[in-house]
């Protein structure tokens, strides 16, 4: 199915993008339904995007659901290792 | 029979009479002929729906494709452009019910036009679809596993999603509905509901449903794919589209 749901969210930070070229990422779309590439019916989605820059300013990333599971731990145990108060 | 056709890129009038992208396919000969609007998948007006609107040339109908994310990201990328329509809330039904009604006006003003236009649509566009064949003056729809045709989809979802539960009596045409027995969006029992909201109301309909099918058995590259229900589907579609459209 199309599940529709989006999740917005809004991000301060750099992505590698098109022509290998770095950008400032400002949001990110997350969710779950059709990927373009990965061969799922359906995939955790995730585009890093400047919607100021036009539709080209993206990084797409699709993952599986355990996919996805595993990243959000990582990216949780990867925060929890630094000290605190480099991450507040 | 002549199997040549002729495909390219045009400018048509959409919804406010704003210039949107469209792909047409043409048969070669001089008709007259039905036509054929193709309304894409949420991922986009990409080369699957070509090869689709190409398809329906090779069948004999004059077939288009509007680019239903012409206005947000024109020129971009098939998947680029999905995902910028995707971030500003994806497309809204009036929108969708006024580029769908441009394309089927290109469509009659074609000179090898007979005034009969079906549409059809796969996936968000089979919600489309039947969208369409509510609010315009359409020969034949198409609804090809569309979620939330009847169902209630989740009230936080980003996208202004709302099911066609309160438009199905106003059907114009007659509905040709394909299904995967194993789809959940839209499962067995939406499709059930569909079926009686439109026998209720006295609309003409013709449902399929395919065991070993879930949803998007339609679409070549993807996992999804289910070829005996594809088969099928695309022999019910070509005799659904002859019936109707005189093809």
């Not at chain 1, 799922?40 to 996805?68: C, K, M, Q, W, Y």
């Not at chain 2, 309160?166 to 969006?185: A, I, T």
Request: glycine content about 10%; aromatic content about 8%.
């Amino acid at each position: 199915m199309c599940t529709y749901a989006t999740i917005a969210a809004p991000l301060d930070g750099s992505a590698k993008g098109p022509n290998g070229s770095w950008f400032h990422v400002t949001d990110a779309s997350v969710y779950f339904d059709h990927p373009v590439h990965a061969m799922a019916e359906h995939t955790l989605n995730i585009d890093f995007a400047a919607p100021a820059d036009g539709p080209t300013a993206r990084v797409a990333v699709e993952l599986t659901a355990a996919s996805a599971r595993e990243l959000v731990t990582a990216i949780q145990a990867a925060l929890a290792s630094a000290p605190a108060e480099l991450t507040a | 029979m002549n199997d040549s056709l002729s495909a390219r890129t045009i400018e048509i009038a959409g919804h406010d009479a704003a210039a949107i992208e469209a792909y047409l396919a043409r048969p070669g000969g001089d008709g007259p002929r039905g036509g054929v609007v193709v309304i894409h998948h949420m991922p986009g007006y990409d080369r699957a729906s070509k090869e689709i609107t190409r398809r329906f040339a090779e069948l004999g109908y004059d077939a288009i494709c509007p680019n239903l994310y012409s206005r947000e990201a024109p020129g971009a990328a098939p998947d680029d452009a999905a995902a910028t329509a995707r971030a500003q809330g994806g497309v809204p039904d009036a929108r969708l019910i006024g580029d769908v009604g441009g394309a089927a006006e290109h469509l009659r003003s074609l000179p090898t036009s007979n005034g009969k236009v079906g549409v059809i649509g796969y996936c968000s566009g089979g919600r489309q679809s039947v969208l369409a064949a509510c609010n315009l003056d359409l020969d034949a729809a198409v609804d090809c596993y569309g979620a939330f045709v009847t169902g209630t989809p989740p009230s936080d979802y980003a996208l202004k999603i709302t099911n066609l539960v309160d438009q199905l009596p106003n059907l114009r045409c007659p509905l040709l509905g394909l299904f995967g027995n194993e789809d959940k969006f839209p499962s067995p029992k939406q499709v059930d509901e569909l079926e009686q909201i439109l026998d209720d109301n006295g609309k003409s309909h013709e449902f399929h449903r395919y065991d070993d099918a879930g949803h998007a058995f339609f679409a070549v590259d993807r996992p999804s794919y289910r070829v005996a229900a594809a088969n099928d589907g695309w022999q019910r579609i070509a005799e659904f589209f002859s019936a109707h459209l005189g093809g």
